[in-house]
């Protein structure tokens, strides 16, 4: 694509394509591969999302269904949703919230519990194999590199 636009427009500039296109290859290949382990065990990427960031967390009491939503970047309709379908699932149990009469906290079941963590593995799996291409030095370096770039447009 790079040498066809040069022969193309010889004045445009396309180095920003080998660059973010590859980017944009690397984050599809990584998610369809992604996608099909968390398949195999049911899991939705959404499913991961929550069952692991309540893992992550390890909030004894469990978790506010809000935070949830707020660290998935979805609204809480949609939580709701992935929330009734992990509960039905067995994988989360529901508690009224002692500090809040009309709120609730969600937290891991043990299934919950042992499927997030063979999910995450699962996951990291698929990432290092990915990655296996590239030498601990170079990963620091694109991690660096990656890092500079989402500065901008990630809070904190």
């Known amino acids: 694509m790079v040498g066809e ?5 010889p004045e445009l500039d396309v180095s920003p394509f080998e660059v973010v296109g590859r980017l944009l290859l690397c984050a599809d290949h990584c998610h369809r591969a992604i996608a099909s382990v968390l398949r195999t065990l049911g899991l939705s990427y959404g499913d991961f999302d929550v069952i692991n960031t309540l893992r992550r967390r390890g909030d004894p009491q469990g978790t506010n269904p809000r935070e949830l939503a707020r660290s998935s970047l979805i ?11 992990l509960e039905q699932a067995g994988l989360i149990a529901r508690s009224a919230d002692p500090a809040d009469r009309r709120g609730v906290l969600v937290r891991l079941t043990g299934q919950g519990e042992s499927l997030a963590e063979q999910a995450v593995r699962a996951v990291l799996e698929v990432d290092e194999a990915f990655l296996e291409p590239l030498g601990r030095r170079q990963r620091d370096t694109v991690a660096a590199a990656l890092k500079q770039l989402l500065v901008r447009y990630e809070p904190g």
């Open 5 to 9: 636009w040069t022969r193309r427009d």
């Open 75 to 85: 609204t809480s309709g949609a939580m709701t949703s992935r929330l009734d379908r």
